[in-house]
């Protein structure tokens, strides 16, 4: 079965400060695809990313670049300089098919 | 941009009764989902939906819920019964076979769904 793991919870910056978020995925699938969403306080789900199982490349898009590393089953996610209005939780999900398994996602405060 | 839009945003309802929650796809889409978020906890696959049939489902889509597409546009989840421990928010999402590749699904912005 397929399983995303988010080992941190809650995490708590001061403005200005990078930030990691921490990924890690179980599959047996040789194609999947890995995604981020953003969950602002308002409760939507927002798109930020999506990966094949066979695109490592890295990925920058301004302030957010992710880290895709197929030999550890990570996918991580980096805010630079981070800013108040990147609260939120933030989750990592998995493609099964077309299905999505989400982790428990990671609460994001950044404090001015 | 094309939008899921789901409505209610907020529905209250009392244990033991229905409700139906309501979404409208993007209209070119043609696979549709419902997940489940309880509060402060993950995002649950609930069921998938395609050419007028259940895809797949979950073993939290029981017997007390149901899926329909009445019409061309609309998607409907149905809890019959409902109990406490349905209060959640549900998204209804769509995608069509080349946008699950590429970008994942449009998810609508939810229904939070209060039973007491």
């Known amino acids: 079965a397929q399983k995303v793991t988010q080992a941190q919870t809650e995490i708590s910056v001061v403005e200005k400060e990078d930030v990691t978020l921490d990924c890690v995925y179980e599959?047996?699938?040789?194609?999947?695809?890995l995604f981020w969403y953003k969950q602002p306080p308002s409760g939507e789900l927002v798109f930020l990313i999506r990966?094949?199982?066979?695109?490592?490349q890295n990925e920058i898009s301004g302030r957010y670049s992710w880290n895709f590393q197929k030999s550890t089953s990570s996918f991580n996610f980096t805010i630079t300089a981070s800013q108040v209005v990147d609260s939120a939780v933030y989750f990592c999900?998995?493609?099964?098919?077309?299905?999505?398994?989400f982790g428990k996602g990671i609460t994001l405060s950044v404090r001015p | 941009e094309p939008e899921v839009t789901q409505t209610p945003s907020h529905q209250v309802t009392q244990m033991g009764q229905e409700v139906i929650l309501r979404c409208v796809p993007i209209s070119n889409h043609l696979y549709f989902y419902w997940y489940r978020q309880i509060l402060g906890q993950k995002v649950e696959f609930l069921v998938s939906?395609?050419?007028?049939?259940?895809?797949?489902k979950s073993e939290i889509f029981d017997d007390q819920f149901s899926v329909e597409r009445p019409d061309g546009s609309n998607f409907t989840l149905k809890i019959r019964s409902t109990k406490l421990e349905d209060s959640a928010m549900y998204f209804c999402?769509?995608?069509?076979?080349?946008?699950?590749?590429?970008?994942?699904?449009?998810f609508g912005s939810g229904t939070r769904l209060t039973v007491v």
């Open positions: 999900a998995l493609s099964e098919g077309r299905k999505l398994t």
């Open positions: 999402a769509s995608s069509d076979s080349r946008t699950v590749r590429t970008y994942g699904y449009t």
């Open positions: 939906f395609y050419n007028n049939e259940i895809s797949e």
């Open positions: 599959t047996r699938d040789t194609t999947y695809y």
């Open positions: 990966r094949n199982s066979f695109d490592e």
